[in-house]
């Protein structure tokens, strides 16, 4: 039960990036969904990744103290 969870968790995760991937490539070069082989699979997962990727840390703590703190 628990592999069987972690597969359905494993499958959202790579449909969203999927997605991610397919929108962030430009609206002239995307394939239609019937046409994608398993290369271009890999692709638009490769630049969801990176797409997620880019948005960088979300935690919105500073690393570095305010100029003006420092000891």
Same mark, same amino acid.
């Given at each position: 039960?628990?592999?069987?969870?972690? /597969?359905?968790?494993?499958?959202? /995760? *790579?449909?969203?990036?999927? /997605?991610?991937?397919? /929108?962030?490539?430009?609206?002239? &070069?995307?394939?239609?969904?019937?046409?994608?082989?398993?290369?271009?699979?890999?692709? *638009?997962?490769?630049?969801?990744?990176?797409?997620?990727?880019?948005?960088?840390?979300?935690?919105?703590?500073?690393? &570095?103290?305010?100029?003006?703190?420092?000891?």
């Amino acid at each position: 039960m628990d592999l069987l969870i972690l /597969f359905i968790i494993g499958v959202c /995760f *790579t449909t969203i990036v999927f /997605f991610v991937g397919r /929108f962030a490539c430009p609206r002239h &070069d995307r394939v239609p969904l019937m046409e994608v082989d398993h290369v271009l699979l890999w692709t *638009t997962l490769r630049r969801g990744w990176h797409a997620l990727g880019a948005l960088g840390p979300m935690n919105g703590i500073a690393d &570095d103290p305010p100029e003006g703190r420092r000891a």
